[in-house]
């Protein structure tokens, strides 16, 4: 019996973290940079999603081909410009969700009111309290808003 080896089947991670303090006055730059390394990183690895940005928290979910999908996690894991990292769903899936980004950012702005309302999540935003499952609800809900600064484009 030979082994099945599963590390090209399509894989979806969802993590939630927070910005250490001394790069929260620079969070927007921050977010900037790691987009601009994120997006042809990941179109390099096959790997697409959505990042939620905002007042120092991330929450991000992460699709692609299992094995490139874990190392990418790693190489954030070893981040230092984040902390309290927590997996909040991972496992393998159908489809992608994201597919349409090699990764689009997001933030809370007051169009993601209505959307953390509809969702129960009214209050102080806290990503560490999202199922994996709300957490992929609040980006497909957040990813087609209009939003127009720059941090905010799909890339």
Same mark, same amino acid.
């Given at each position: ?7 090209? /089947?399509? @894989? ?12 929260? *006055? ?27 940005? /905002? ?12 094995? #490139? ?17 927590? &997996? ?6 159908? &489809?992608?969700? @994201? ?7 997001? &933030? ?13 999540? /009214?209050?102080? @935003?806290? *990503? @560490?309290?999202?199922?994996?499952? #709300? ?12 939003? &127009?600064? *720059?941090?905010? #484009?799909?890339?």
């Amino acid at each position: 019996m030979s082994k099945i080896d599963h590390g090209e /089947d399509l @894989f979806r991670l969802v993590y939630a973290s927070r910005a250490v303090l001394p790069e929260l *006055p620079r969070f927007h730059a921050l977010v900037e940079d790691v987009l601009r390394v994120a997006r042809p990183n990941n179109a390099r690895n096959n790997i697409t999603g959505l990042l939620i940005a /905002d007042l120092g928290w991330f929450v991000q979910v992460l699709e692609g081909p299992r094995r #490139k999908v874990s190392r990418t996690f790693g190489d954030i894991g070893r981040d230092l410009r984040h902390v309290q990292i927590e &997996t909040l769903a991972a496992g393998p899936v159908e &489809t992608r969700l @994201f597919g349409e980004w090699s990764m689009c950012a997001r &933030t809370l702005g007051p169009q993601a009111a209505a959307v953390m309302g509809a969702l129960e999540m /009214d209050g102080d @935003f806290d *990503p @560490f309290a999202l199922s994996g499952d #709300k957490a992929v609800q609040l980006m497909l809900a957040l990813a087609p808003l209009d939003q &127009t600064e *720059p941090l905010r #484009k799909a890339g």
